[in-house]
């Protein structure tokens, strides 16, 4: 039978609610439309497989113009494991995005959310803001704004979404 303290230590973990809490649901795969500068409109379950890391910009704000020369980075750094940038402008003058992206040398794909569709979709409070997608279409971390001295912890993210299957 049970010895006092095997009873003990029971008794223990149901007061902890050890074992009690149940578990969150996931978050379901996430799916939207990219208005696609190069590629045209596609569903982001195309990169099913890929990490997808979606940036939220627009022309007049300052720490975008800031973020680009990383995710250049990123690209070319983890393009090859399966990164892929997607970086959505929310400005209405697609030249002018344009322009912006290829002075800043933007080496992934540049999408238009000029109606704010996929914005409301990820609760965009402000720019830029991120959101690392992980292989399964499933959001794996969200960040709002762009610290040079986070690049860090954002990089992490890319690679822990990265070596998870």
Not at 64 to 88: H, N
Not at 113 to 125: I, T
Request: hydrophobic share 40%; aromatic share 10%; glycine share 8%.
């Amino acid at each position: 039978m049970f010895s006092r303290y095997t009873l003990w230590i029971a008794v223990l973990l149901v007061a902890l609610g050890v074992g009690c809490k149940p578990a969150e649901p996931p978050e379901p795969p996430v799916e939207f439309i990219v208005n696609a500068d190069v590629e045209g409109k596609y569903p982001v379950s195309k990169h099913l497989g890929e990490v997808v890391y979606v940036d939220f910009w627009a022309t007049w704000c300052g720490p975008c113009r800031d973020s680009f020369p990383w995710m250049v980075e990123m690209q070319t750094k983890y393009q090859s494991e399966g990164l892929k940038i997607v970086a959505l402008s929310l400005d209405t003058d697609h030249d002018m995005a344009r322009e912006f992206a290829e002075e800043l040398n933007a080496n992934f794909t540049i999408g238009f959310d000029d109606s704010g569709e996929v914005a409301d979709l990820f609760k965009v409070k402000g720019m830029p803001t991120s959101v690392l997608i992980g292989r399964d279409g499933r959001i794996v971390k969200k960040h709002e704004g762009f610290n040079e001295g986070k690049q860090d912890e954002y990089e992490a993210a890319i690679v822990k979404a990265l070596g998870q299957s």
